[in-house]
């Protein structure tokens, strides 16, 4: 079982950056693959970025370049640098959690835990 919890959302203006965190509690961290999604209001939730047990990366083409997923596996910690903040990265940004450890999932249904979200507001 794996339980996540995000952290680091807030008001930042256009331009600026965020981090955001997400911890992970249980003794599988390590064989699971990350993502990060996000929903604004009125939307459907989008794939954001992943990263799997290995270290690689994907990433949504609205973010590449933009924003880096990483992992610390011996502090069961997922991270996602976001920089050059835009008014449409405003959204409830969601960490969750992949058993297949190899995959880099873009759709939610391969994630089997998520996290409760934190907010992020980006301003123009």
């Known amino acids: 079982q794996v339980q996540l919890v995000e952290s680091g959302g807030g008001l930042v203006q256009a331009g600026g950056s965020l981090r955001l965190s997400c911890a992970a509690s249980g003794r599988t961290f390590s064989t699971h693959a990350m993502g990060w999604f996000r929903q604004a209001p009125g939307k459907e939730r989008e794939f954001v970025a992943a990263?799997?047990?290995?270290?690689?990366?994907r990433y949504a083409d609205s973010v590449k370049g933009r924003f880096t997923i990483s992992r610390d596996n011996a502090k069961n910690t997922v991270f996602l640098q976001m920089n050059s903040l835009k008014p449409e990265d405003t959204a409830v940004y969601y960490c969750?959690?992949?058993?297949?450890?190899?995959?880099?999932?873009?759709?939610?249904?391969?994630?089997?835990?998520w996290g409760q979200g934190t907010q992020v507001t980006v301003s123009s």
């Open positions: 969750a959690a992949d058993p297949l450890r190899y995959r880099l999932a873009v759709s939610g249904t391969s994630y089997t835990h």
């Open positions: 990263i799997n047990w290995s270290g690689g990366t």
